[in-house]
RNA sequence: GCCCCCAUCGUCCAGCGGCCUAGGACGCCGCCCUUUCAAGGCGGAAACGGGGAUUCGAAUUCCCCUGGGGGCACCA
C-alpha cells in the first residue's frame, strides 16, 4: 500500500486536513505500507513558505513520520510539485498528440456568460466542447498567431465513470455532468487535477485517501489516469469535518489550524486519539486509546460515511486525561516553561522546588497545559493580585478577621512546616473558634492565593513556605 | 439551478434481520466524596427524520419524500 499526503501550502494545517493526514498514516502504519508527503504547491500565487513549514511542523509535532516525500526524499523525487513542471508538460502534450486533449481558444468571458446560461437554462454548467471540433489546421493557425489557448482533456462521450471507493462503496458519473476540464492554463502551467493525477501515477500510489470535497472531481482524475493508459488507483472519499453550525469547519468556526492547539496546551496524544474517534472507532465502546492500539485496529473501510461535527467540549476533556496520565517529570517539563514566560523570569533552584510541591495537585485539574501559570502564579509573586469578588464575598466577611487571626497564632508556632502539620494546626483553629471548613478556610485561601479557586490549601501553604504565608496573612489581617 | 454523497441521543461513535424495553463517550442534571476548584464514584434525562415495501420479524434490506453536507473555475 502506498498512500500520500498532498497538503497545498496555501494556508496553515488545518484540523480537517490532519485528520486525513492521520488516516493516511493509519493504513500505511497498518498494512505496513509506505506515507508519502507531497506538496501540492502548483499555485504560486498563494503558497508560501511560511504554510509549507506550518504543515511539516504540524506532522512532525503529532509524530506522523512520512517515509517517502518533501524533506526527506525517495525513490520519485522530486515530491514537489513546483519542482515537476516539466513532467506535466510532457504529460499533456502527450495526451494531445494521441488527441485525447484538446486545444481550446475560449475566452473566460464567453466561458463565464455561457456558464450562466445554461444554468439558467438548468442545464449542466460546464464547459459545451465547442473548441474540440476545430479543424487541426485552424488550430495550428491560431496558435501561430499566438492566441491564448488552454489544453482541455476530450471526455469520452457519451459515457460514465463508475469506481468503488474504499468507503462509499459504488459511486457513478455521468460524463455529461463531467465537463472537458482544463488540463494546462494558457501560461502553460498544470492545474490541480493534472499535476495531482500524474503524481499519483507516477508515485504508484495505490490509495488516494482525501476529503469528500474531491469525490466529484474522482471523475477527472479516473480519466486522466486512463488516458495516460494507466490503472487508477483505489479512492477512500473522507467526510469532512464540521463546525458546531454544522457547515464546513472553516476559519469562521476559531481555531481550525492545528496550531493553535498545539500553543494551547493540547497534547499531541489526546488530538490523534480525537482526531481517530472523528469517522472512525476502536470498537469495544473504547474512545481513549493509544496511536499503537489505532494502527493495530484501522481500515480504510471502517471510516464512517456521514460527515462529523468537530466538539471542542470533547477534545478538552480527553485532552485532560492525557494530562493526567503524564509523568510527573513529563508534567513538569512541559509545563515549566510556561509558567516561567509567564512569571518572565526563569525559575530559581527554590522555585523548581516548589513547583515539585504543586505540580501533581494541578495535573489533576487541568484540561489544558496553558492553563498552569494561572494555577501557581501566587506562588511565585511577592504581590499577590486579590480578586475583587473575592474580597468581597470572603474577606469582607466578619468571620474572615476572625479566621485569619486564629490562622496566624496557629501557624507561627508551627515547628514543621509540611502540610500535615499545617492541617492538623488550622484543623485545630476551626474547633477552637468553632468555625466550618468553609466558612474558616476561605478566607485563609483568598489571603494567600487572591482567589477562591486555588490548589488545595494545606498543600498550597506548605508550598509557599511558612515565611511568606504569615506575611501575606498578616498583611491582609491588617487590610480589615 | 444541476450533479454527487450522507442520515441512530445536543455532539462523536456501537449496532451490520431476531441478543435492542437501542449500548458507550463528551456535554447536561442530581447525589456522594470534599477546605475551594477539579478529579473520582453512583444515578438520571436524552436518538433510530417521515412514508411505503420485503420479511414470521426491521435501527439494520429496497423505494420515495424530507433534511443535511459537498461539488459545479485557466483555486487546490
Not at 513532467?87 to 466561458?111: G, I, M, P, Q
Amino acid at each position: 500500500m502506498r498512500v500520500r499526503f498532498a497538503p497545498s501550502p496555501t494556508g496553515f494545517l488545518h484540523v480537517g486536513a490532519t485528520r486525513t493526514a492521520l488516516f493516511n498514516w493509519l493504513a500505511a502504519r497498518h498494512s505496513g505500507g509506505v506515507f508519502i508527503l507531497r506538496s501540492d504547491d502548483t499555485d504560486q500565487e498563494r503558497g508560501s513558505d511560511e504554510f509549507y513549514a506550518d504543515i511539516l511542523d504540524g506532522l512532525n509535532w503529532l509524530g506522523l513520520q512520512w517515509d517517502e516525500g518533501i524533506e526527506v526524499g525517495g525513490p520519485y523525487e522530486p515530491y514537489r510539485q513546483s519542482e515537476r513542471l516539466e513532467r506535466y508538460s510532457e504529460v499533456a502534450a502527450r495526451l494531445a498528440a494521441d488527441e485525447k486533449a484538446y486545444r481550446c481558444f475560449c475566452t473566460a468571458a464567453e466561458l463565464d456568460e455561457r456558464r450562466k446560461a445554461a444554468q439558467a437554462e438548468g442545464r449542466p454548467p460546464g464547459y459545451d466542447g465547442r473548441c474540440r471540433t476545430l479543424e487541426p489546421s485552424e488550430v495550428a493557425g491560431r496558435l501561430e498567431a499566438n492566441e491564448p489557448a488552454v489544453l482541455r482533456l476530450a471526455v469520452p462521450r457519451p459515457g460514465t465513470t463508475t469506481f468503488q471507493d474504499v468507503v462509499r462503496e459504488e459511486v457513478s458519473f455521468d460524463h455529461e455532468h463531467v465537463e472537458d476540464f482544463v488540463l494546462l492554463r494558457s501560461d502553460g502551467s498544470p492545474t490541480y487535477h493534472l499535476a495531482s493525477t500524474v503524481d499519483d501515477v507516477d508515485f504508484e500510489i495505490t490509495h488516494v485517501v482525501r476529503g469528500e470535497d474531491l469525490l466529484s472531481s474522482t471523475p477527472k482524475h479516473i480519466l486522466i489516469t486512463e488516458a495516460m493508459g494507466a490503472a487508477p488507483p483505489a479512492y477512500a472519499h473522507v467526510s469532512l469535518l464540521l463546525g458546531p453550525d454544522g457547515r464546513k469547519l472553516s476559519k469562521r468556526h476559531g481555531d481550525t489550524a492545528l496550531h493553535s492547539y498545539r500553543n494551547g496546551g493540547f497534547l499531541p496524544e489526546a488530538v490523534l486519539n480525537y482526531l481517530g474517534l472523528l469517522g472512525w472507532s476502536f470498537g469495544d465502546d473504547e474512545s481513549i486509546f493509544s496511536t499503537a492500539e489505532m494502527v493495530e485496529r484501522f481500515e480504510l473501510d471502517d471510516i464512517q460515511k456521514n460527515p462529523a461535527v468537530f466538539d471542542n467540549d470533547k477534545l478538552l476533556w480527553m485532552n485532560g486525561v492525557y494530562i493526567r496520565e503524564l509523568e510527573l517529570d513529563d508534567f513538569i517539563a512541559r509545563t515549566r516553561p510556561l509558567v516561567e514566560a509567564d512569571l518572565g523570569r526563569e525559575f530559581t533552584v527554590e522555585d523548581l522546588e516548589t513547583y515539585r510541591l504543586v505540580a501533581p495537585l494541578i495535573q489533576e485539574r487541568m484540561k489544558v497545559l496553558t492553563e498552569a501559570p494561572d494555577q501557581v502564579r501566587f506562588l511565585f509573586v511577592s504581590d499577590v493580585a486579590y480578586d475583587d469578588a473575592a474580597w468581597k464575598k470572603v474577606l469582607a466577611k466578619p468571620e474572615a478577621r476572625v479566621s485569619l487571626e486564629g490562622a496566624l497564632s496557629r501557624l507561627s508556632d508551627l515547628g514543621e512546616w509540611v502540610s500535615e502539620s499545617i492541617e492538623g494546626a488550622l484543623r485545630e483553629m476551626l474547633a477552637e473558634l468553632g468555625l466550618n471548613a468553609s466558612k474558616g478556610l476561605q478566607p485563609v485561601r483568598v489571603a494567600i492565593t487572591g482567589s477562591r479557586i486555588s490548589p488545595p490549601l494545606f498543600e498550597s501553604l506548605a508550598a509557599l513556605g511558612k515565611e511568606e504565608s504569615l506575611r501575606r496573612l498578616r498583611d491582609v489581617f491588617g487590610r480589615l
